[in-house]
């Protein structure tokens, strides 16, 4: 089984695709992991997508479309969940291509659905560690010591694209070119539209009840 998670910046998605791998043993391939570990890498593919996600563009086509395929044949058919990926319509498309290529279908297109003011609140507060291995929030999740990770002792940091202008743009690209996805799975006949408020253990039963 193949579970697609989408859904705006802030809505839940990794957190809900790290219940799930642990529920259901799957893959899990999160387009900001692979931009992440890129970029880290300084790959070609990681420098392009630095130079959108900084500004809190999407990342073309091209490079995300790449930097999945490449993912997929990793993984070497294993059941996946796919987290942030596809954002638009054409990238749907794509990875419809690329599915049918490795004999893979998409089973649940889950779409979780939280208002853009909660959103912000979330994304705003979120602080983390340089290698975003250690993600907290300053109001649902703050650290013992403010500013210092728990588990490692270094300093928490404010991601660029989680700074409050950027995210008011990152919401305009989203609603712009992710909304349609809706349309598009709802024609697929797998789509399934989640409430993503509340504490996300009942976020996750509310997906657990399509499964």
Known sequence: ????????????????????????????????DLFRSAIK?????????????????????SVTVGMVEEELVRQNGKDIILDGFPRTVPQAEALNVLLDKYEMKIDNA???????????????GR???ADGKHVYHLEFNPPKTPGVCDITGEPLIQRKDDQEDVIA??????????????????????????????????VFERIVDYL
């Open 1 to 32: 089984m193949n579970i697609l998670l989408f859904g705006p910046p802030g809505a839940g998605k990794g957190t809900q695709s790290a219940m799930l791998v642990e529920k259901k043993g799957m893959a899990h391939i999160s387009t900001g």
């Open 41 to 61: 890498n300084e790959t070609s593919l990681g420098l392009e997508a630095k130079k959108y996600m900084d500004k809190g563009d999407l990342v073309p086509d």
């Open 110 to 124: 889950f779409f979780l659905e939280v208002p853009n003011e909660l959103l912000m609140k979330r994304l705003t």
């Open 127 to 129: 602080r983390m560690t």
């Open 169 to 202: 743009n990152r919401l305009k690209a989203y609603e712009e070119s992710t909304r349609p996805l809706k349309d598009f799975y709802k024609e697929q006949g797998n789509l399934r539209v989640i409430d993503g408020t509340g504490e996300p253990k009942d």
